[in-house]
């Protein structure tokens, strides 16, 4: 075992020591003009996209009064607050204060954007300068997400198997094949985003989105916590 | 650790109208306590073998864990002749007693927030209005607001230009002060009165002093229902869940200066139930 595997071994999920990305949504699941919650380890996060299909992970708490951001709206290229109507622009800089219309916002209000990118079709988001992209899957494409409610040492029994070199949790579940990359959110669960083969049919991709069903089954049956309830 | 000044204030347990001699069992302050009706038909607030003291006032039943340093409040124009009380009910809240009232102290989430009622955008601004903390009565006071609402009150009929004066007599508790639709003039009386179940829950208790002899009251009830579930939509999902009092944690402007004065009141009385002391 190279010492890559080894430290996937220890961490399983990401972040770890060699991605300091976090895969926190499918691209598919922010469409354009729609703003979503995502979670990095000890901070949430509205995950939004412009109607023009900028993707942008602002802090979730309004900068004002603290409500979640991912409560509010999306109006062309700026994401709202609920609350009072505070947007924010795709570099995190207040645009707009509506109780005071004809006032230009401080540059100093921002709703603290982290660095983002798309690849394969997976929202990555960083909260620190990376100092390096996230893992390529190359031949594997996402089909969904799911949140399972469970450690990560249930997974792992439940999968047999430990994660890969490049982050990848991979069961087998009654001849289906699904890979996992999985990421911390609050509370005792994770969320996992699921991926199958790049050149798999469309009955391959439903097989495997109810493999990754029984599998977050088994998975929770498997955790301390849910045996304890 | 010093004691709580929040202590000694009163607090809204109950409905006077809901009494009953088994009485019901609610929380205060994390401590629980049991509202019942007494023998004599004397609202008992107790707890095992402690009794708390009592004061039916504004259609509730108030009490103390500590020793109040005085009475509560008054509300004057509450008993002008002609109004109508109205017991809302009670909107359970996972917030801080402290971010409920000041929620309750913002107008400029009306377009937003109470979309279409309270406020509509482009009707947005917020004019400059006057705040106070009026030292010989020791309350919070924002008066001259005028906010433009499309439907500022069951009785009103389309769009009018509200005029609003709010006031803060005690920690949980704040009276709104709106013009009156039917009466040019006189005011009508909204309370909140919010029972702080603990420091992330409370028990909010709208009540109101109207004129108004046309609206079923049962009309009046849910208007004011509707206002606080949406309010609670926002209340339950504002971070930190208590109430920031340091200044470098939350940007207010201008719009906000009544709760900048509510949150400065606060601090100056040490008032810090429901209250962070430094961001985290
Ligand atoms: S809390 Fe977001 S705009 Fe006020
Ligand atoms: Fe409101």
Redesign the interface.
Known sequence: MDLATLAWKIEGMFPNALCQWVPVALSVDVPAATVSPGWLPGL?LALWRSAAGHIAASS??C??????LS?GFVRGENLS?????WSFGPDGGCVR?????D?TPPAT?NSQNKAVLEAGGIVWVCDSNPKSPPPDFHGLVPVRSLTIEASLAALEAAARAVADGKGLLAATIDGVRIHMALAPLAGPQLLAHVLVAADSTCEDRIAASRAAEAFRRMAEAMSPESAAA | MTRQPMIDEWYPVGLVSKLSTTGQDTMLMGQPVHVALGNGGEPLVTAQSRRFPVISRFGHVWTSLGEPKKDLFAIPEAYQPGRRFVDVGVVRVRCSPLRAVENFLDIAHFPFVHTDILGAEPHTEVQRYEVEIREREDEVWATKIHFYQPQAAKSAEGGITTEYMYRVPAPTCSILYKTCPPRPGEWDVITLFVQPLGEELCDVWPWMALFDDTTPMVDLIHFQQLIFLQDRSILENQMPRLLPLDPAMEIPTRADMTSVAYRRWLKRHNYTYGAQLVAQ
Do not use: S
Request: net charge positive; proline share 14%.
């Open positions: 949430e979730n708490r900068p004002h009064r603290g409500m979640r409560h607050c609920i609350y009072h109507g204060i509506p109780a005071h219309p006032m209000i």
